[in-house]
């Protein structure tokens, strides 16, 4: 259970390895300035800035050595301001930090202290600080630390200049020295971390900056500024002591001519002599100018000094005078540069106050970054050759669709792989409200293949003006016949679309030069004959046109629109046209002229990827009508696995999202399933056992729970510690009952820890009962639900066993969703579904979503399984809720089936956060399909009483092979988390057939591959680029009234954490609280009252419902709420009782015949939303039946709304089933809607279901006076009812009539029409009574 | 009691309906006495119908129709207890999922139908009681189960 300790670590010491080394020079030139250069100002006459040039120049060639590539730095100056601003600010930090640094024992001599000394403690505190620098980051974040370090160092300086003693020297001093520590590191770092893509250059470049500026500012500059402070220190004494040593000196030369070198003189001529000229040269000046100037005066006293000649006054007088100026120019230049303080300190704290609005500092990835930066110091031309190739940018391109015949969706989608790899990434919609300037904005161009007659004004002017200030619009095919109501696109288009033939031809090049179509190859396709009308020849140019008959057609062309560029070309009716190489060169070609720019010459493709050989081929199948597995010619060879931030490179997000590392291989592996505790701290199931492991529980298994930490929160893991290990296939955790709860198949295991070391002290099995012969088939995606249980998914091993009162047998519990409590003392098998599931997503208003195999990306429970099963109903199975179940793909895949669909949706998320846009809260859905290397999107909304998906393409796909996303969650930050497999195979099954001896099925089923990786494994993080701040949040040692206030907190994430703590606290003293959030009737602009909501589910928790008179009653004055999901809340948590019932119809949630008076459709009272009302029939049928209940559900269902709903015609029977067969009797007898068959239907499926629920009761006297009333009803309605008691009526158990029931029936089938005259025969049938109905 | 004969054919069903054959006593190998079709639903797992019935003794021929997007096959186990047995047997061996080497406690199989295929098996119904069919491709048959009934 080590603890294995990981990057940030590795980082710090790497950085300190840099600093040192650059120590080095900085170590020479101290010497330098402090050893030999004051002599040598001495000896040379120099002024201080000439003395700091030279002291500098010590500096240069170590930044020159690093600063070799200028040509790429001029690249990245040019795209990269940010990079610019850090250039520039380590410039005046530098100013800062060396300058004063190399200054400070000469300045501090001058002024009589021991300046050495204090140098020594400054750099003595700076090895100190700058080896403790990981927790002042963890705790202030990179760009905070910049800013307190300026503010540190612009004071340490100030305070450094008004030093008189030791005491105030060394305090000033250790000011300074806690500032300047960090800057070196921390500049280095935030350029490394935040710009990772200037790749070793940009630390090069930052740290050539810093030894640059200290050679070429920062010790000159100040050299500069004492020379000025020194010249305006000299007293009027000056002048006297200068003529003085005119008259004298000259004695001086002479004696020491006599002496001939004599050294007992103790002096020497030639400095003598010098002091004597610099002299004169000064007193020259004063002739003619009256006054001396104070720069060569000084020079000149500093010889004067410098000669030392014994016993001679002049030279102490001189000293006296140059000391005390020196000490004050000096500590006043270090004044002036304190100032420069000033400008770090806004630069800084803007920028933290900005890393603070959106969320927080972000490493990009720093990993490489650190180690980039101990090879560019190591190796400088090293980097020369690992500078990466210039990026270009990709093209975001909109592609508008519809859903016509031209199927654009499908024609895009053969486009999507090609255009990636050129660096182009295709965004489908077909919604034309997307063509609005905020969405536009996104994007490089608009691609047009779409259909739609008409366009409003402010979507045609969104996308006018988006062209004429720039933006590259692309017209294909059918889109010249589309916006009919506007005359501008037509004009924008430069022709519409006539009228057309069709045909296989090629076109004829008029402009083959022309950037926009040189080079692509001309092809031959079938396609229909366009021809146009409404030319608008105004700067337009025919590329090509179709030659027919002598007459040329223009086909192609371009056009300028204001400053942007329009691309059209007739061709590209179907895939025969799409399908072309020449094409889709056509399409690119064109898209990149109207782009314009570099977009014509330049191609982001990325990381190189490189092919290797396999040892073992990947599969490849055949599509229908070839059988299921069957082989087509396998691959030999695949990509090679990449480093984790090229994989990143070569996903395709939305515009403005970005995706960083969060922990990657080794410090883990396969991470299957992750959550995050109350400290935020992640908790992942890491499995090495998945697939092909499976072990007895003798035998300790090799997958582990670990909780993998970011300490320093610079957004990557660099504390992995292992809470539990030994498991065997391990695939789910949620937190709940005190502990975390982990499925591992048979068993559902509980771990605690009791002494809080992070380590698993309780291990317990809390039920037994999921198959795992198939690996793939089991529990996933544990969550913490509103109803305080715990939700869950299996696949088909589904489960077999007895937890607390509920036993399942065989066939009883197969794939679907589960929910327990945490104690493990029920289990409830909630929803089936049609085969393997994965996915379990909660939305914010408390419905459950999921996803399932095989072509059902999307799902959701809208009635439990229970209500079906009370009324001896077959389980429903959920339906996929998705418009399309294609997957969007931007490489070649392998799939078994399900060609081109959803096959695997492992992960089934909603959006509950509010860090990215609006359009996402509460109804984007994300659904990771990792044999297609995707994370697809689905727009959830509802649909009456159901949900509807739409399928919005994908949220990430990559291009790497191997990419693998198997989990998606919406973290505690609110961005969304991805575990990637990063493996090539993540299939399951079948196994390949006759593909030369390989494979072997392992004992999970999944067959076995070497090319089933087990070294890569991958977090990451997806964020919005200008996502609001997420405030750091735990609530691990919360106080109640901070867990109460979390439930309002804007990420349901913490609501339901915070929900979770109070119910596992089980103290009731926050009820009043409680009751106060749930009392509050507000609704967001999403419809929502998410703090009410979990306030009512915290009270259900903690039982205070109905134990409490004041939850009771906050429960009951919910059902008034306007928030829909309130109210179903309080629905499903009130106490079925009397009282519950006269509260539905007081809240008019249902129709309430005696006090509304109903009459028919209008005037009806009855909640507005379906949900609420199917839920509140589920509490009818839940409660003993009553005339005035059956009088209202007879009401709801003849409501077309309800009629037409998709699940109220399947909650009306259970709620009917309650009451007696008379409201069967009176449903039949009510009017249908002509024209509406959608409602004739619905009331249809209620009657049959309603008849089967009466006739499985094998009553005769029931069903015949059921049958009895058929004359008189609604035929459809009488139709449904027969066939329902022939479905019904258990099968081999004929009735017994007397006579009177047999001429009831006779009479009842007289006259019947045919289509009735079958269904008594099917029930006769079903009797074993052939004759039932005929005359005797 | 007779020896089951397992006749499985391969082959795209034919689009006209089969009539009930008549029961010819004494020429048990080619003549039908039933004809049953069966199907796997379109992407559930699950046989539709659910349940079927047959006269123990009577020759019954089962239409099975995949309108799945998974293969499937059909198979009438002898014994419910010997289900988990025969599905990890099904699951080691892949091809048409059906454990040959236990097919003593099988009263019939059919070969895997790819999806959108049809296969039949001929089978004498067993003794007079409940039974369960199954597909065994990998998995299936914790969900994808039907009761067979031989009546008296």
């Known amino acids: 259970m080590a603890e294995s300790s990981s990057l940030s670590d590795a980082k710090r010491k790497r950085l300190l390895v840099g600093i040192c080394l650059a120590l080095i020079p900085t170590g020479a030139s101290f010497a330098l300035v402090s050893n030999i250069l004051m002599p040598l100002k001495q000896q040379f006459i120099v002024t201080n800035f000439q003395v700091g040039l030279i002291g500098g120049a010590a500096l240069w060639g170590m930044a020159l050595s690093l600063l070799i590539p200028v040509g790429e730095m001029f690249r990245y100056t040019r795209t990269k301001p940010f990079f610019i601003l850090m250039l520039a600010m380590m410039a005046v930090t530098t100013s800062l930090e060396v300058g004063p640094m190399r200054w400070v024992p000469s300045v501090l001599q001058s002024a009589g202290l021991y300046g050495i000394l204090v140098l020594v403690w400054i750099s003595g505190w700076m090895v100190v600080l700058r080896t403790q620098a990981g927790h002042a980051v963890e705790r202030l974040q990179p760009k905070g630390m910049l800013l307190v370090a300026a503010v540190l160092t612009g004071s340490g300086l100030f305070l450094l200049s008004f030093a008189t003693s030791m005491l105030t020297a060394f305090a000033a001093a250790t000011v300074f020295a806690w500032g300047v520590a960090f800057f070196f590191p921390t500049m280095v770092g935030v350029v490394a971390e935040k710009m990772p893509r200037t790749g070793s250059l940009g630390i090069v470049l930052t740290a050539g900056m810093w030894l640059g500026m200290a050679g070429a500012i920062g010790v000159p500059l100040l050299g500069t500024l004492a020379d000025r402070y020194l010249a305006q220190s000299l007293p009027a004494s000056t002048a006297d002591v200068l003529k003085q040593v005119e008259q004298t000196f000259p004695n001086y030369v002479l004696r020491a001519q006599l002496a001939d070198g004599q050294p007992a003189l103790g002096y020497r001529e030639r400095e003598v002599a010098d002091a004597l000229a610099a002299t004169r040269a ?322 982001a493709t990325g990381p190189k990827t490189t092919l290797v050989d396999l040892a073992v081929p990947l599969p490849t199948y055949k599509l229908p009508p070839s059988p299921w597995n069957t082989l087509d010619a396998p691959l030999k060879q695949a990509q090679a696995a990449l480093p984790t931030r090229e994989s990143l490179e070569l996903m395709t997000l939305r515009p403005h999202f970005s995706v960083t590392p969060f922990a990657t291989e080794p410090s883990i592996g396969n991470i299957i399933d992750f959550t995050w505790d109350a400290r935020g701290r992640m908790w992942a199931v890491e499995t090495n056992d998945y697939p092909n492991t499976v072990l007895p529980d003798s035998v300790p298994g090799h997958d582990r729970i670990l909780i993998i930490e970011d300490t320093n929160r610079d957004g990557l893991a660099d504390k992995v510690k292992v809470f539990a290990e030994g498991l065997n296939l391990a695939t789910s955790i949620a937190f709940a009952n005190g502990g975390v709860i982990v499925a591992q198949a048979p068993h559902m295991l509980f771990f605690k820890d009791t002494n809080g070391d992070d380590k698993a002290d309780v291990r317990k099995i809390l039920f037994t009962g999921f198959p795992r012969n198939d690996t793939h088939g089991s529990i996933s995606n544990l969550r913490y639900g509103f109803d305080n249980q715990v939700w869950g998914s299996v696949g088909y091993n589904g489960f077999r066993g007895t937890v607390g009162p509920s036993t399942y047998a065989r066939g009883q519990f197969g794939a679907g969703y589960f929910r327990f409590p945490g104690d493990g003392s029920n289990l409830e098998y909630v929803a089936r579904t049609s085969n393997n599931t994965w996915g379990v997503a909660l939305s914010e208003d408390n419905f459950v979503f999921g996803s399932t195999a095989n ?257 009771l009653k906050v429960a009951r004055e919910a059902l008034y709420s306007p928030a829909a999901s309130v109210r179903r809340a309080a629905l499903m948590i009130l106490p079925r009782n009397q009282q519950l019932l006269d509260d539905i119809f007081a809240a008019n949630i249902l129709p309430d015949r005696g006090s509304s008076g109903y009459t028919g459709d209008a005037g009806v009272l009855e909640d507005a939303d379906a949900h609420v009302r199917l839920e509140a029939l589920l509490v009818l049928s839940e409660l003993p039946g009553s005339a005035r209940e059956a009088a209202s559900i007879l009401d709801v269902m003849t409501l077309r709304a309800n009629a037409r709903d998709p699940w109220i015609p399947d909650a009306v029977p259970m709620a009917a089933a309650r009451q007696g067969p008379s409201l069967l009797r009176d449903l039949v007898h009510r009017q249908v809607p002509v024209n509406d068959s959608m409602a004739v239907s619905g009331l249809k499926r209620a009657t049959q279901k309603i008849a089967r629920f009466h006739a499985a009761k094998a009553d005769a006297p029931t069903v015949v006076e059921l049958i009895s009333v058929v004359p008189q009803a609604t035929p459809p309605l009488a139709l449904a009812m027969l066939n329902g008691i022939a479905e019904g009526w258990p099968q081999e158990t004929p009735p017994q009539f007397n006579a009177e029931q047999r001429a009831s029936l006779v009479t009842a089938a007289r006259g019947a029409s045919p289509e009735l005259a079958d269904a008594f025969g099917r029930i006769a049938a079903r009797w074993g009574l052939p004759e039932a109905f005929k005359t005797q | 009691m007779r020896f089951p004969v397992l006749v499985a054919a391969v082959g795209v069903c034919s689009a006209t309906a089969v009539a009930p054959a008549r029961a010819q006593s004494g020429a048990a190998h080619v003549a039908i006495d039933t004809t049953i079709t069966v199907r796997a639903r379109t992407s559930t797992l699950e046989f539709d119908p659910p349940a079927i019935a047959a006269r123990h003794g009577t020759r019954v021929r089962i239409r099975f129709s995949n309108m799945g997007t998974l293969p499937h096959n059909f198979v009438v186990v002898r014994d419910d207890n010997d289900i988990d047995e025969l599905a990890a047997a099904a699951s080691k061996m892949g091809g048409d999922y059906v454990p040959v080497a236990l097919k003593a406690k099988m009263i019939a199989y059919s070969t895997l139908a790819s999806p959108g295929q049809t296969v039949e098996v001929t089978f004498v119904m067993p003794p007079a009681g409940e039974y369960t069919y199954v597909c065994l491709m990998s998995g299936h048959a914790n969900s994808m189960l039907g009761r067979l009934r031989s009546l008296r």
Not at chain 1, 385 to 395: D, F, G, N, V
Not at chain 1, 572 to 597: I, K, N, Y
Not at chain 1, 911 to 917: D, W
Not at chain 1, 1023 to 1043: F, G, T
Request: hydrophobic residues 40%; neutral net charge; proline residues 6%.
């Open chain 1, 282 to 603: 000064v007193l020259a000046v004063q002739q003619q100018t009256v006054s001396i100037d104070n720069d060569p005066a000084s020079n000149a006293l500093r010889a004067i000094v410098g000669t030392a000649i014994p016993d001679e006054p002049l030279v102490s007088d001189a000293n006296n005078i140059l000391q005390p100026a020196e000490a004050a120019a000096g500590q006043r230049s270090f004044r002036s540069v304190a100032l420069a303080a000033l400008l770090l300190v806004v630069v800084f704290g803007i920028m933290f106050a900005g890393d603070r609005r959106r969320g927080g500092y972000r490493a990009v990835m720093i990993d490489a970054a650190a180690a980039a930066l101990l090879l560019t110091l190591l190796w400088p031309s090293f980097t020369q050759a690992q500078a990466p190739a210039p990026h270009a940018e990709r093209l975001r391109v909109l592609f508008l669709g519809d859903n016509g015949h031209h199927q654009p969706t499908a024609r895009a989608k053969q486009l999507l792989p090609v255009m990636a790899k050129d660096g182009v990434d295709l965004f489908y919609t077909d919604d034309r409200d997307d063509l609005n300037p905020s969405e536009l904005a996104r994007y490089h161009a608009v691609m047009l293949y779409n259909n739609h007659l008409t366009v409003t004004r402010p979507q045609i002017s969104a996308l006018l003006d988006f062209v004429s200030k720039g933006g590259g619009v692309v017209v294909l095919h059918c889109a010249s016949a589309s916006f009919q109501n506007s005359e501008e696109f037509a004009k924008l288009v430069g022709a519409v679309f006539k009228s057309h033939g069709t045909g296989t031809f090629s076109t004829v090049r008029l402009a083959p030069d022309h950037p926009a179509i040189k080079g692509v190859p001309t092809f031959e396709s079938w396609d229909e004959t366009y021809v146009h009308a409404r030319h608008n020849p105004v700067d337009r140019t025919v590329l090509e046109v179709r030659r027919e008959n002598g007459r040329d057609e223009p086909y192609t062309w371009v056009r300028t629109y204001g400053k942007g560029r329009m691309f059209y070309t007739a061709w590209g009716h179907d895939e025969r046209t799409w399908g072309q190489p020449g094409f889709q060169q056509l399409v690119e070609h064109g898209l990149r002229w109207a782009v314009g720019g570099k977009a014509l010459t330049q191609m």
């Open chain 1, 855 to 1111: 072509n059902r990306p999307s799902n959701f429970v809208h009635i439990p399984l229970r209500y079906y099963r009370a009324m001896g109903a077959r389980d429903t199975t959920l339906p996929d809720i998705s418009d399309r179940q294609d997957i969007f793909p931007v490489r070649d895949i392998q799939q078994v089936d399900q060609f081109g669909k959803y096959t695997a949706g492992s992960a089934h998320e909603l959006y509950t956060a509010r860090a990215f846009p609006s359009e996402y809260w509460n109804r984007a859905a994300f659904v990771a399909e990792p044999t297609a290397h995707v994370i697809g999107m689905f727009d959830i909304t509802d649909d009456g009483s159901a949900f509807a998906a739409k399928n919005r393409w994908s949220f990430m796909a990559s291009r790497d092979q191997w990419a693998a996303p198997v989990q998606v969650k919406v973290g505690p930050d609110g961005a969304i988390w991805v575990s990637d497999f990063y493996t090539l195979v993540a299939q399951h099954n079948p196994t390949p057939k006759n593909m030369g001896g390989c494979c072997e099925t392992g004992t999970g089923a999944a067959y076995e591959t070497p090319n089933r990786d087990r070294l890569h494994g991958r977090i990451y993080r997806i964020s919005y680029d200008s996502a609001h701040a997420a405030p750091a949040m735990r609530l691990d040692n919360a106080s109640p009234q901070q867990l109460v206030h979390a439930l309002t907190n804007d990420n349901m994430f913490w609501r339901l954490t915070a929900q979770r703590l109070l119910v596992e606290r089980g103290k009731t003293d926050v009820v009043p609280a409680l009751i106060e959030l749930a009392r509050n009737q507000t609704i967001d602009d999403r419809g929502l009252n998410p703090a009410a909501l979990h306030a009512l589910w915290t009270l259900q928790g903690l039982g205070a419902i109905p134990g409490n008179a004041g939850a």
